[in-house]
């Protein structure tokens, strides 16, 4: 297939990436971006069915997620992967709305249940100061700012050096929760269960409750991809990141969920500090005193920290994904720029900072103007923003892998997805049915049910919806309006004119010392 040859202002920019990754960082990187510990209390908040659905996701869903994210990402290895997958597939309108989607949802979430959740469990572990961070405006919005921008400041400078960041960060978390389940158990073991595992047995009601949050919760296989020309060897990489990082995630929350309803009752359980509060009791219950207080301490650095990793992941990639995408046309040639000396897409970085501060105070006046302080309320209509943006972003990406498959039959593909194009089409299927359902029900919480015109996350319908569509216009606006702009520069070439494999990359100049 002919195709137009790549700019040298593309080639330019691509010289400026450093390969710095290699396969333990991928996986690092990936169960940094899955395990996001501020999802575990709204999971958990549906009771003992959520154990039933988080197995029956993560074969339905996570397993052929990951088969997707294989094939693609080692036959289309290049920087602002999931971009690159939709533009090839669809072209530059759906990869603009892509770009944005993806990378917008990333300052929302930042600026909402990341920093709502690393604020309840300074609360919650580190006293209260002023009455409560969440129950004092200006406190909230200081420690909420500074949270943000230490995430952006480490993206900003360049990936070789600030790697180490979600690589600690997961090894934090997975000895988190190993720890927590270690307390679990002595809990049970000391003074019994106050929760319980009973009433597992499936209802449609609690999926469509729960089938949004499942899927936030399981996405990121393909955050590293985004970054594939900074990968060592992503065709024999990416494969077994997917497996690694696959199976420690899932057993990651696991642990952390049957955790949470073993020791919280019922009646307790809350979506934004459900694993906080879970900690907190079996600290006490095997503790107790001063002991308890010293390990608080610690668990809320923990805690802060991971949620400040996955945050930091997640914009190292979304960040990468927008600055490949303004460069090729779906934005503002301004955006598409990346540090000489870094590595990073700067001005992107500092966009995504700014967007999630001004998202922050929306929160903190909503939280105290509107809500009375309900900080459960609050956590509900951000996780509900955080949710359809984030899946609507795979809605292109994921009928991608059967487009290019026809479109690009002869690009190699050293790993591919068993049972030909049925198998194919099962897993794209699979995956697009979860993407779209958690979409809707995500914007109209409680559809096909009882409750499809009641209150949802403690707001009556009208003005939830209401806030919901107007960000969702928004940020569907946005994209076209991307598109738009990126007329003048746009980049038309095909596969594998603009995607050399990484094996070859050295012929565009990126740098790998």
Not at 221 to 235: F, G, I, L, W
Not at 440 to 450: A, E
Request: net charge positive; glycine share 12%.
């Amino acid at each position: 297939m002919a195709t137009a040859p790549v700019s040298q202002e593309i080639l330019a920019e691509k010289r400026k990436l450093r390969k710095s990754l290699f396969r333990w960082d991928l996986i690092f990187f990936t169960v940094a971006a899955i395990v996001a510990l501020d999802t575990l209390g709204a999971v958990s908040s549906q009771g003992a069915q959520a154990v039933f659905w988080l197995f029956f996701a993560g074969v339905t869903f996570f397993i052929p997620y990951g088969l997707l994210t294989a094939e693609l990402g080692t036959a289309f290895p290049v920087e602002g992967a999931v971009y690159e997958w939709v533009r090839l597939a669809f072209g530059h309108l759906a990869g603009a709305v892509t770009a944005v989607m993806y990378w917008l949802s990333n300052p929302i979430w930042l600026g909402g249940t990341l920093a709502v959740t690393a604020i309840a469990a300074m609360d919650t572990f580190w006293g209260k100061p002023f009455g409560g961070i969440q129950n004092t405006g200006w406190l909230e919005f200081l420690v909420g700012a500074a949270f943000i921008w230490v995430a952006v400041i480490w993206n900003i400078l360049s990936l070789r050096q600030m790697k180490w960041v979600p690589n600690l960060g997961t090894i934090v978390r997975l000895l988190l929760i190993a720890l927590f389940g270690v307390l679990v158990v002595a809990t049970g073991v000391s003074k019994g269960f106050a929760g319980t595992l009973s009433g597992w047995q499936p209802t449609s009601s609690v999926f469509i409750g729960v089938i949004g949050v499942l899927v936030f919760a399981f996405v990121g296989y393909e955050v590293s991809t985004n970054a594939s020309e900074e990968m060592q060897d992503p065709k024999r990489d990416i494969p077994r990141m997917v497996v690694g990082s696959g199976i420690i995630s899932i057993l990651a929350y696991a642990v952390t969920i049957i955790g949470v309803l073993v020791v919280v009752k019922q009646a307790d359980l809350t979506n934004v500090s459900g694993f906080v509060a879970a900690y907190q009791t079996v600290v006490g219950n095997v503790l107790g005193g001063t002991g308890a207080n010293i390990l608080n301490f610690f668990v809320g650095a923990a805690i802060v920290f991971s949620l400040l990793t996955s945050g930091t992941v997640w914009l190292m990639s979304s960040d990468r994904l927008m600055a490949i995408g303004a460069l090729e046309g779906s934005g503002p040639r301004a955006m598409g720029r990346f540090s000489a000396r870094f590595g990073t897409p700067v001005r992107v970085n500092v966009l995504s900072g700014i967007l999630a501060t001004v998202f922050l105070l929306a929160n903190v006046i909503v939280n105290h103007i509107f809500t009375g302080g309900n900080l459960a309320a609050l956590f509900g209509v951000v996780l509900t923003l955080a949710i359809s943006t984030t899946t609507f972003s795979y809605i292109f990406a994921f009928p991608a892998l059967v487009v290019l498959r026809n479109k690009y039959p002869n690009a190699s593909r050293p790993y591919r997805i068993p049972g030909g194009m049925v198998g194919a089409w099962i897993v794209m299927l699979l995956c697009e049915f979860y993407v779209v359902a958690a979409t809707v029900f995500s914007l109209w919480p409680g559809l096909f049910t009882s409750g499809v015109t009641g209150p949802s996350s403690g707001l009556d319908r009208a003005p939830f919806e209401i806030t919901v569509a107007v960000v969702m216009g928004i940020v569907l606006a946005i994209g076209a309006w991307f598109y738009l702009i990126g007329r003048s520069h746009r980049n038309t070439a095909g596969w594998p004119a603009e995607g050399i494999g990484a094996e070859q990359r050295p012929m565009a100049g990126v740098r790998r010392s």
